[in-house]
């Protein structure tokens, strides 16, 4: 057995991996003695990563870069060797906000392009009226939420640092802040959105793949110079995570899984609604609709688990776009080197063939050339980038 290793999570369902990795022994089969911590908060997981509280952790792939070039916090190299979640995320909205979209809405309500004119004509109106601004939730400055969001609504002109409010909530307390009228709409991942659905307090508008067919949501995380001083628990780590990924996409161990993720001191909640997340059948309205997508939330299947470093360099490319840091060949090459193929790889003892290019499927805008940054940023009329 190595050192116990103390790791941080997240109560969310893409935390899957992580938690039936030791649930079920595939860490301890790989001689890891592992303790999961659950936290509330983003910043609580990558201060506590940082510092080394954490050896490793379940950590948004936006925060792994931005804390690699010292974005809204100190500077500390992150490497993730292992993509623990592809989508998951859905943005779901009031009764009220769904109803004013839905009198708004021309054409599929499932196309982002038709329900984002439809929140400008909302947006519109409302200022014309002196309504407040509506107020969109999402979990972190650096999370693929709140670039989620962004993208969605200023492909239809709605500008999200003037036309709307974007707040920070950690992921639990998503539901209760849209009960309690602090929030029109948030963007989460699961099972928050379902929670909230079968409370009878919103609707799922967008999954997130309607969005973005293919977005690196969460990452395994750990420093990049423990895994310098650790390159044998690093390769074991991925080692167990892929074991456990190969798990909970093993349709006859659906029951078994969700049972292990719904326990209190790990997602703590029924272990029915995340069963429907891992199967991509979701209820998406309190009239009890339901919608399937099998790109809801990809675990381990269509290469999932290995890290892109393409997916990075989108990340960075949406903090130069809204304000978050300058454009620079630097930071790229900073960004993309989070991301970390090459120990993936080195852990199976085989090299895992790279997703198709077009497999990023971004409903708006031209397809994604990390190489020309800049060309992606011009391609839109909403934005704070400069260069």
């Known amino acids: 057995m190595t050192a116990p290793l103390r790791i941080g999570f997240i109560p969310l369902v893409d935390a899957a991996a992580l938690i039936i990795a030791v649930d079920k022994g595939f860490a301890a089969a790989e001689g890891l003695d592992v303790e999961l911590v659950r936290e509330v908060s983003w910043s609580n997981v990558r201060d ?19 804390s690699s070039l010292g974005l809204g916090h100190v500077k500390v190299p992150i490497a993730a060797p292992f993509n623990l979640g592809i989508n998951g995320n859905a943005i ?16 599929d309500r499932f196309d982002p392009m038709v329900t984002a004119k439809a929140l400008a004509k909302v947006v519109a109106i409302r200022r014309k009226a002196g309504a407040e601004p509506l107020t969109f939730g999402m979990t972190f400055p650096f999370s693929t939420h709140n670039y989620q969001l962004r993208f969605w609504m200023a492909a239809a002109g709605v500008d999200p640092d003037e036309d709307v409010r974007l707040v920070v909530l950690p992921p639990p307390y998503m539901v209760d802040s849209l009960a309690n009228g602090h929030v029109d709409a948030f963007c989460v991942g699961a099972p928050w959105n379902s929670i909230a659905v079968d409370l009878g307090i919103g609707h799922i508008l967008h999954f997130v793949s309607d969005i973005l067919d293919r977005a690196a949501e969460k990452v395994l995380a750990v420093r990049q110079v423990w895994a310098d001083k650790h390159p044998d628990v690093v390769a074991s780590l991925v080692r167990a995570a892929v074991k456990a990924a190969e798990f909970i996409e093993n349709p006859a161990n659906l029951t078994e899984a969700a049972q292990i993720l719904a326990q209190p001191e790990r997602i703590g ?12 059948r979701l209820k998406i309205s309190p009239d009890g609709t339901l919608r399937e997508s099998g790109r809801y939330l990809l675990v381990g299947r269509e290469g999932a688990g290995r890290p892109d470093p393409v997916q990075a360099a989108w990340l960075y490319a949406q903090m130069v776009r809204w304000g978050q840091t300058m454009l620079t060949p630097e930071g790229v ?28 499927g971004a409903f708006a805008g031209p397809a994604f050339d990390p190489a ?10 909403v934005g704070r980038w400069r260069i």
């Open 48 to 66: 506590k990563l940082n510092i080394g509280l954490f050896d490793a952790a379940h950590l948004l792939a936006p925060v792994a870069i931005a």
């Open 269 to 280: 909640v029924d272990a029915e609604v995340i069963q429907r997340t891992l199967t991509g």
């Open 372 to 381: 020309n940054i800049r060309g992606h940023l011009e391609a839109f009329e």
């Open 92 to 107: 779901t909205v009031s009764p009220a906000l769904h109803a004013a979209l839905m009198g708004q809405i021309d054409g």
């Open 333 to 360: 090459k900073t960004a993309m080197a989070v991301f970390r193929p090459d120990l993936y790889d080195a852990a199976l003892g085989r090299r895992s063939p790279e997703p198709p290019a077009a497999a990023f």
